[in-house]
């Protein structure tokens, strides 16, 4: 302990100022620390670390929630503090705000950054996009090829050839847009949708862009 003893009931402050004490009890260590406080006044401390009987290193938490390796509470020790999860089991990095909030996660698997989110203990993991090892961005698939996507957005960077493309699901009907071009927050143009094997472009018609205006 560090300006502090214990009093048979309580732990008192020696001196005043602040005070931390390490406990190891099972096969649990643990680091507390109290606020600044006056010569002889009760302690009361808070455990800031911990380093479970899993091997879990918890910063801010006394309870690791789910498979995490490193848990710190940021800007305050509410249980709904903002949070950062590091997770060892999945290679994962989180950020929530609650426990009950879901997390939005990104992570590194092979060699592909893929960006998800899920519920606040990292227990499990939806994908929402990712970039590849050869640096192409997939939005909704996981597949990099731009001509046969059947729902999503890829854009192919790899090899110094640039392809977008973009997916409609089965069941997508006429007029469901591909591209939407805006012009102070209105609607100028678009590509959508036609049939199952065609698109439409959309635009205002402009006489600058026609060969003949003759009535």
Known sequence: MNNAYYAGTNYLYINSGAASRYIMTGAEHQWQKAPSGTAGAA?????????????????????????????????STSST????????????????AAAAA?????????????FGNGPANGSTFTERARIDSSGNLLVGT???VHDTITNGFVVIGAGGVT???????????SGTNYASFNYA?????SITQSGTTAVAYNTS????LKEDCNP
């Not at 808070?46 to 509470?73: E, N």
């Not at 503090?81 to 929530?96: C, D, N």
């Not at 018609?205 to 600058?208: A, E, G, L, Q, V």
């Open 43 to 75: 302690i009361s401390f808070t455990q800031a670390m911990t380093l479970d009987a899993s091997g879990y290193l918890l910063v801010g938490a006394t309870s690791s929630a789910g498979a995490g390796v490193v848990r710190s509470q940021i800007g």
């Open 102 to 114: 879901e997390m939005y996660m990104s992570y590194a698997v092979g060699s592909a950054l893929i």
């Open 185 to 189: 927050g209105t609607k100028i143009g």
């Open 81 to 96: 503090a903002t949070q950062l999860l590091v997770q060892g089991t999945s290679t994962h990095l989180g950020i929530y």
């Open 205 to 208: 018609s402009d006489y600058r």
């Open 142 to 144: 996981t597949s990099a």
């Open 163 to 173: 392809a977008v493309g973009i997916g409609h699901s089965t069941g997508s009907g």
